[in-house]
Each structure stands twice: as C-alpha cells, then as structure tokens.
C-alpha cells in the first residue's frame, strides 16, 4: 500500500521509499489533495467521489477544495441540461407567464441564461458537451 512503503521515483531499482498516504490520487477525479491530508479527509473525499463521481469533483474545486460547501451544493441543484440556454427556457415556461406562440421565436434563451449565472443566481458545472449542471446560488 502506498503511504506505508512506495516503489514511487525508484522504478526498476526495488529500493523502497516513505511517502505520505496521499502520493497515489488515481480515481480522485483531478481533485487536488494536500500532501499532508488527513487519512480521514482522503476516505470522505473518496466517499465523496465515489458517490457523485466527476460532478461532486468539480464541485470540490469550485468551492476551493471544501468538502462541506460541495455535499450542501446538491441541496440547490437545478438539474442537468443541455445548455444554461435550455435551463432558462424551462424554468421560464415553467413559472413565468405564458409566451404567445407568435413571439417565441424571438426569445433569446441562451441570453437569458447567460444573465442568470452572471446576476450570481446560477452557478454551472460543465462537464461534456450538452452537459451543463445548474445550481441556485442560495
């Protein structure tokens, strides 16, 4: 196990060497992980990982690397989406007043998205193309 003894720097040598538990952070999504972590902040993180996958890694680092503010981030979670464009669209037709079929074409959707996430009362987490995570600000 890496942490206890590490062949880590010494390939093809057999020299083994001490390195702290965090030397190995494959499967941590890119999250950033102190060399000095405790091993408990490296299991809820793992945990953590495990249960949300690469969302709840770019959540981690969104929120600088705080593992409490991206866990109380799913309480806002608006959904997944195409685009902010099409996450405007629907909360739009789903509480504001009715667009006649005259003029929806002239809606700009994308914009209105767009002024959402910069008015601060979205936040997005792009993971792919036409996958857009939204979160309330709250």
Known sequence: MCGETC???????????????????????????????????VCELADFIEQHGRLGAR???HFEDSLDEARAAFDSHAGEFRSLGDFAEEIMRETGPEIPDALQYYVDWESMGRDLELNGDVFTITLGFDEVHVFWNR
Do not use: M, N
């Open 7 to 41: 062949k880590h720097g010494s390939e093809g040598t057999g020299r083994r060497q001490r390195r702290p538990v965090t030397r190995h952070h494959e499967g941590f999504e890119g999250c950033r992980i102190s060399e000095w972590a405790s091993f408990d902040t």
């Open 59 to 61: 959540l981690y680092g």
